[in-house]
């Protein structure tokens, strides 16, 4: 990291007033601070991992107050980057600014399946640690599970539900579905077995001690009434009055509406989307003699995003107590469900990505075909809004939960010609931008600043060089 690229991370301090996601600022002029383990353990946890910038005094207004002792300092770092769990090489730069001299440590995200990175001395539990905005802070059990468990294929959906027998699910469904999958996989050997054991063969019943119980995926897709054994397989629906949670209404009342959805996956996906499409506000389109209502927000991205919710959130035992919700406010629509992206999939990789957290329940969802191909989801979503000239949906990954929200209009602080003129000052002066640096630049969320350089592509005004976290935006062939 050179001179101009501290100098640049201190006035985005300065400007925000305070600490940025992937950069902390420390006073260091009277020694090495304490419980460094720490940040270390939550920049490399975090995405594309974080900066630890010593020698500015965040009280004083981020003031230059310089490190008292920059090779004590590196040396200390270097030795408790050894002691993380997987051991951690953070890279060193000092500067002189101001008179004084600043030490920047760039701490490198570690491996997807070596997370979560903790301080070994301090062992899992006690020293592993997230960035959560501007802030570090001791990871949950369950944030942890979350980690480990994306190494391995998690078979949740396929356990069986040990008070649930196969007299517990709809016979009538399930006859339909094998009707279906007859004619679609006709020389599969199992057809000539008995019934019960063709159901077997599906995983939609497991045997358990001589008794056939529904695995989970089996009692979600065909039970008379799944909620009976897993109540909080639902989706609730909240409609609150304002733009927050708190917001009441003159009367006095925070929800305007509050339902819940029960039955089978599919039940529960048609009832939930068909309410909240009936809540939204609606126009009118007259075209001739006939008139078309317009919705809010499209059905297709509702409807994609309950599908994600139900396909992809956690059914471990962590969180099988919660349940999915949608949120609706009076300037957007959100949906969200328990359990945050799963093994590789990032953000960034949404739509480029892959991973199935529950195969067993993907599978029979495929076959009749509430999903279509994987990954098409979001896709679906975007299209959706981009067709009815509304914002992109904005992804956000929080670790224990993954939300998707709809805008009616771009969620912004400030015109987007100021955004574009600043991100092309940046090109102009830099040769390139990155998504990161368009991030702490603006101040906005990674999904607004991917959205304004793909925005700035499309138009001519940016091209784009690689991919994933190291594409680079340079200056258009305008």
């Known amino acids: 990291m050179d001179r101009e690229s501290i100098l640049r991370l201190i006035a985005d301090l300065c400007r925000r007033h305070g600490e940025l996601e992937g950069l902390e600022a420390k006073a260091a002029h009277t020694g090495t601070p304490a419980d460094l383990f720490k940040p270390l353990s939550a920049f490399a946890n975090r995405a594309g991992g974080g900066i630890l910038l010593f020698g500015l005094d965040g009280d004083a207004g981020f003031k230059v107050v310089g490190v008292g002792n920059p090779r004590k300092l590196q040396e200390d770092l270097s030795g408790l980057a050894a002691q993380m769990e997987p051991p951690l090489r953070p890279s060193f730069s000092v500067e002189e600014i101001e008179g004084e001299t600043l030490v920047a440590v760039e701490v490198p995200e570690v491996a997807y399946d070596q997370k979560p990175c903790y301080h070994r001395p301090h062992r899992l539990q006690e020293g592993s640690f997230i960035r959560v905005g501007n802030s570090t802070r001791r990871m949950s059990d369950y944030e942890i599970y979350s980690f480990i468990s994306s190494r391995t294929q998690p078979k949740f959906d396929s356990e069986a539900i040990s008070e649930a027998t196969l007299e517990d699910l709809d016979r009538g469904k399930l006859e ?240 987007l010609a100021d955004e574009e003129q600043r991100i092309l000052a940046y090109v102009k002066k830099h040769g390139f931008i990155k998504r990161a640096d368009a991030q702490e630049m603006l101040d906005v969320n990674e999904a607004r600043a991917r959205y304004l350089l793909q925005k700035m592509q499309k138009a001519g005004q940016l091209r784009k060089e690689g991919r994933y976290r190291d594409a680079r935006y340079l200056p258009g062939y305008q």
């Open 176 to 415: 339909e579905y094998l009707a279906q999958q007859r004619k679609a996989r006709p020389n599969a050997p199992y057809w000539i077995q008995p019934f019960e054991q063709i159901l077997s063969q599906l995983r939609i019943v497991i045997n358990t001690d001589g008794i056939l119980r529904p695995t989970l995926a089996g009692l979600l897709m065909f039970g008379s009434f799944p909620q009976r054994f897993e109540q909080q397989m639902v989706v609730v629906f909240l409609q609150f009055y304002g733009t927050t949670t708190t917001e009441e209404a003159p009367s006095g009342e925070r929800f305007l509406d509050n339902r819940k959805f029960e039955g089978t996956v599919e039940e529960i996906i048609d009832n939930a989307t068909d309410y909240v499409m009936a809540s939204m506000r609606k126009g009118s389109l007259i075209r001739g003699v006939t008139r078309q209502d317009i919705y809010e927000y499209p059905e297709v991205a509702l409807r994609e995003a309950i599908v994600n919710a139900v396909a992809h959130r956690d059914y471990s035992h962590f969180v099988r107590g919660s349940h999915i919700q949608v949120r609706m406010f009076a300037d957007r629509l959100e949906v969200e469900n328990p359990g945050g992206l799963y093994g590789r999939v990032t953000i960034d990789k949404l739509q480029e990505g892959q991973s199935t957290r529950n195969r067993l329940l993907m599978h029979l969802m495929e076959d009749v075909h509430l999903v279509e191909n994987r990954g098409s989801g979001i896709d679906a979503m975007q299209d959706a809004m981009q067709k009815r000239g509304l914002p992109a949906p904005v992804f956000e990954d929080k670790r224990t939960a993954f939300l998707v929200k709809f805008y009616q209009k771009t969620p912004i602080e400030m015109p």
